[in-house]
Every structure is written in structure tokens, then in C-alpha cells.
């Protein structure tokens, strides 16, 4: 009777990838350490903003823009130490299971699957008046300059609200998907280094491209919409140069 091998050969950087995930989710925390690593990407990006504002860069848009730019260079940057600091941990690819990929199937099924929630809820049985029809005109042909007023008041707190969630939704974005962007950098960085010998026959890659394609979506899209807001900011408050001299000008 033949004795299977040892280590099965890992045909395909998509196997290698999934493999290394699944070992990442195991032995490791790579959302926590993308957490910190967001986390000081948005501190650099904040600073890059006060700096710039010290120098006289007055237009938000602008700043924010440049900001944003700043930041990305420095996420990448906390990629590169990362990989550099965790690499020598995965230098032997003996931890690989099967070739098709089952072993990573098995270790990652528990991160995708989540349990079924309710979002059933309950009626509301109270009787709520919204008033008649000709009460409602009534009031704003009566004050139509206050009704203007407090739409504007209350555009400035929705405007900042909008800020943050998109800033969060690209965080959390970046965080969640962690294990598979870790996986793949350090495969790429191995193949590359020669270091990966059952994926030799691949082409290798420089690890940032990887991680480019799964980060610059939600940058630029961040980007734009902190732009966009700065932009419009201004126009609410032209004398304004920053978020806190906008809130302080209502």
C-alpha cells in the first residue's frame, strides 16, 4: 500500500491564497492587526490635514484630497513593515493540507458563516396626527425664511454624519476583508522571493499589487466623498478652513 505524500503540492496561487487564509484565521487576529493598522492610517491622514492647514492650504476640498492621498502612502507603507515583521513566520509552505484547496474550505467555512438574525418587529399602534393639509401649507407660506433656516441648520450636523459613516463603511470594509489581503501579500511576497517552491512554476508578483486591487475601491471612493463634503462645507461657510469652523458658524 502506497503511503500518500506528506505535503500535496499546491498547484495554484488562488489555493496558496485560501490556504494562507485559512492559516491566518487560525494561528492569528488579522482583522485586529488591520484594525491598528486603519486606525493609524486615519491618525496620519488627520495629521497630514492639520499640517497642511498650518500652511496655508485654506480650501477643504483640497486638503482632504491630499489628505486622503497622504494616508494611502502610509497604509501601504504599514503593509510593507506588516509583511516585513510577519513574513519569517510563513516561510515553510509545509503547512499546506490538500491540493484542491479543502483544507482552507474547512478552516474558513466558520469565518463566512454567521447566524440568521430577526428583523421582524412589532407595528406601531399609535395614533400619530400630522396635522391637515391646510395647516401644513398654512405654515410655510406663513415663515418660508424659517423653514430655509432650519433646513440649512440641520444640513451641517447631516453633512458631518454622512462624513463619518462613509469613513467608517470604507474602515470596516478594509478590516473585514484583512485575512484574505494578508494572505494574499505574504503569498505574493514568498513566490517572489523564491521562497514558495510548490508555486515556482507561477509567474510571480510584487505583493502590492494584490494590495492595491483590494484596497484603492474604497480609498478613492472615500476620497470623493470627503472631498465633495469639504467642497460643499465652504460653500456653507466660505470664511470656514476647517470642520470645526463650520460647526462654530451656525
Same mark, same amino acid.
Given at each position: 500500500? &502506497? ?8 498547484? /495554484?496561487?488562488?489555493?496558496? @491564497? +485560501? %490556504?494562507? &487564509?485559512?492559516?491566518?484565521? &487560525?494561528?492569528?487576529?488579522?482583522? @485586529? +492587526? ?39 502612502? !502610509? ?7 506588516? %509583511? ?7 516561510? #515553510?509552505?509545509?503547512?499546506?493540507? *490538500? ?20 428583523? #421582524? ?5 399609535? *395614533?400619530?396626527?400630522?396635522? /391637515? ?6 405654515? !410655510?407660506? #406663513?415663515?418660508? %425664511?424659517?423653514?430655509?433656516a432650519e433646513a440649512e441648520e440641520a444640513a451641517v450636523p447631516l453633512v458631518v454624519i454622512l462624513l463619518a459613516v462613509g469613513i467608517a463603511l470604507s474602515s470596516l470594509f478594509v478590516i473585514w476583508s484583512a485575512p484574505i489581503l494578508f494572505a494574499e501579500i505574504l503569498v505574493d511576497a514568498l513566490l517572489a522571493a523564491g521562497l514558495y517552491r510548490r508555486l515556482r512554476v507561477l509567474e510571480p508578483q510584487h505583493w502590492m499589487l ?9 480609498? @478613492?471612493?472615500? /476620497?470623493? /466623498? ?7 462645507? +465652504? ?7 476647517? %470642520? ?7
Open positions: 500500500m &502506497r503511503t500518500p505524500p506528506a505535503h500535496p503540492r499546491v498547484a /495554484t496561487r488562488a489555493t496558496a @491564497v +485560501q %490556504l494562507m &487564509r485559512a492559516r491566518l484565521l &487560525r494561528e492569528g487576529f488579522p482583522r @485586529v +492587526q488591520m484594525f491598528i493598522l486603519v486606525s493609524l492610517t486615519g491618525l496620519a491622514g488627520f495629521g497630514a490635514s492639520v499640517a497642511m492647514l498650518a500652511a496655508g492650504v485654506d480650501a477643504m476640498a483640497l486638503r482632504y484630497t491630499l489628505a486622503m492621498g497622504v494616508a494611502y502612502i !502610509v497604509f501601504l507603507l504599514l503593509l510593507w513593515l506588516w %509583511l516585513r515583521t510577519s513574513a519569517a513566520d510563513y516561510l #515553510d509552505p509545509g503547512w499546506v493540507g *490538500n491540493a484542491d484547496g479543502s483544507a482552507a474550505a474547512k478552516d474558513g467555512a466558520a469565518d463566512f458563516s454567521g447566524g440568521g438574525g430577526s428583523f #421582524d418587529g412589532g407595528g406601531a399602534s399609535a *395614533n400619530v396626527d400630522f396635522g /391637515t393639509k391646510d395647516s401644513a401649507i398654512g405654515a !410655510v407660506a #406663513d415663515s418660508p %425664511l424659517g423653514l430655509v494584490a494590495a492595491v486591487k483590494r484596497t484603492i475601491v474604497p480609498f @478613492v471612493l472615500t /476620497t470623493l /466623498t470627503v472631498a465633495v463634503i469639504g467642497w460643499g462645507m +465652504q460653500a456653507y461657510a466660505p470664511e470656514a478652513r476647517s %470642520l470645526g469652523e463650520v460647526l462654530s458658524s451656525r
